[in-house]
């Protein structure tokens, strides 16, 4: 994947926030990258925002869709429909961690964790 630069920005196109859950949209200096920041916890009630967000990413037709998932509290199987669906929607679908331990038992129990491409952290695709 080409080394991006994405910096915050305060209102980002496709940011969102649903209760618990947030996504935020970065800036990227790599076109064709979506950067999506994932905060809280991701439920059936919460998971709009995510939806929101990826649906504005595969609309775009981001070359790479990349989002960070180390600050997400909790998934659960509507979360995992969300990924999924992005999984096979989007051209790349990169998944940054550490992921939190909820969404690693999550994948494993599911058998999906082996369908995504998950980097450890930032500094592993040119951000820290």
């Known amino acids: 994947m080409p080394e991006t630069s994405p910096s915050r920005t305060d209102t980002p196109p496709g940011g969102a926030e ?4 947030r ?14 920041t994932l905060t809280g916890s991701f439920g059936v009630s919460t998971v709009s925002c ?13 070359t790479y869709t990349v989002l960070d998932l180390a600050r997400v509290t909790f998934g659960d199987s509507s979360f995992l429909h969300e ?27 599911t058998g999906t964790l082996r369908l995504f491409t998950v980097l450890p952290g ?6 820290a």
């Open 18 to 21: 649903n209760g618990e859950a």
């Open 50 to 62: 995510l939806h929101e967000a990826l649906t504005d990413a595969r609309l775009e037709r981001a």
């Open 23 to 36: 996504v935020v949209r970065e800036t990227s200096a790599e076109s064709g990258t979506v950067f999506l």
């Open 83 to 109: 990924l999924l669906s992005a999984h096979f929607s989007h051209h790349h679908l990169l998944l940054v961690g550490p992921l939190p331990r909820q969404l690693h038992h999550l994948f494993l129990r």
């Open 122 to 127: 930032r500094a592993r695709i040119g951000l």
